[in-house]
């Protein structure tokens, strides 16, 4: 048995306060356990490097993205049990100190319903460059980003000096609501990622990869984990249509929900933002309920 979350409404023409609201509603009544949301905020019409999916470029539907914070606590106020989460934000698109206390008051709006944050580096060197960050020093700013974030949400005072950021001796609340703090998830896939993500962090997001792939990785992962951490676990990502086009039928996605399973895996997300058959509201609903038999799946 896995639960089973999916990512909400959030990119494209299509999605509108009244999609996202309905299909986080109608989610939480089919037994879903909890909803996610992704992190891009401009599309750059002159691209610099190589877009990070599956397709040569980014795809168009990037062209509006609902910003992931404020979805989150919209949806929080929309619904009342199913978890919330992060798949996968940007951390050079944030500040640290404003983002603890920013998911510091979602936890607590939502009653503790943030199920993880998830945390990639990202790669859009012109969102970068937007908020004033250089795209070269993403790694060495997300390991910096991530030591602020948990001091925020410890104990206070909170102080901090390094490289890219200056906490002075602070009090910063409010804490999260759970104990001793939301999970950390990590989107990262390189080699220096993966190392990264066995030191520092909780969960582990892969997408697109077979599960035996995604299996064998996390147990290299857990090799390297140092030993007073919990090992790490795996919420996998299935897209229904990939960045590429690529299609997957949902009995394929509820196969794989299956394999997940087997394997230990905590969770399956569905993606569906990137389906070229979503030309509507009602198709966005149709979408979610014909993803009943991947729940079914979850719970043989």
Same mark, same amino acid.
């Not at 249509?241 to 794989?256: C, F, I, N």
């Given at each position: 048995m896995t639960d089973v979350g999916l990512v909400l409404p959030q990119l494209g023409p299509v999605t509108d306060r009244h999609v996202i609201k309905d299909v986080a509603q109608a989610a939480e009544d089919m037994g879903f356990a909890h909803l996610w949301v992704q992190d891009h905020f401009m599309y750059a019409l002159d691209q610099e490097g190589e877009y990070g999916g599956s397709a040569s470029a980014q795809p168009e539907v990037y062209k509006s993205v609902y910003a992931p914070l404020e979805v989150l606590a919209a949806v929080a106020a929309w619904t009342e049990r199913?978890?919330?989460?992060s798949s996968i934000l940007v951390a050079g698109n944030h500040w640290p100190v404003q983002f603890a206390n920013e998911l510091a008051t979602i936890d607590q709006l939502s009653g503790g319903r943030l199920t993880a944050v998830g945390l990639g580096v990202g790669w859009s060197h012109e969102e970068h460059r937007a908020v004033g960050v250089d795209p070269r020093t993403r790694g060495r700013r997300i390991d910096e980003f991530v030591e602020v974030l948990k001091k925020c949400w410890a104990e206070d005072p909170v102080t901090h000096e390094g490289e890219f950021f200056d906490v002075p001796r602070s009090i910063i609340r409010p804490k999260?609501?759970?104990?001793?703090?939301?999970?950390?998830?990590s989107g990262m896939w390189s080699e220096k990622g993966l190392?990264?993500?066995?030191?520092?962090?909780?969960?582990?997001?892969?997408?697109?990869?077979?599960?035996a792939q995604a299996a064998e990785t996390l147990a290299r992962m857990n090799a390297m984990r140092p030993d007073d951490l919990e090992p790490l676990n795996v919420i996998y990502r +299935?897209?229904?249509?990939?960045? =590429?086009?690529? #299609?997957? &039928?949902?009995?394929?996605?509820?196969?794989?929900?299956?394999?997940? +399973?087997?394997?230990?895996?905590? =969770?399956?997300? #569905?993606? &569906?933002?990137?389906?070229?058959?979503?030309?509507?509201r009602q198709d966005w609903l149709h979408k979610v309920a014909g993803l009943q038999p991947v729940l079914d799946a979850a719970h043989v």
């Open positions: 199913i978890g919330i989460g999260p609501w759970q104990k001793p703090r939301p999970r950390l998830m190392r990264r993500t066995a030191l520092h962090y909780d969960l582990w997001n892969p997408g697109s990869m077979p599960i +299935a897209a229904l249509q990939s960045t =590429a086009g690529k #299609v997957l &039928t949902v009995e394929q996605v509820a196969e794989r929900t299956v394999e997940a +399973a087997e394997q230990g895996f905590e =969770a399956v997300i #569905v993606e &569906t933002n990137f389906c070229s058959d979503i030309t509507s």
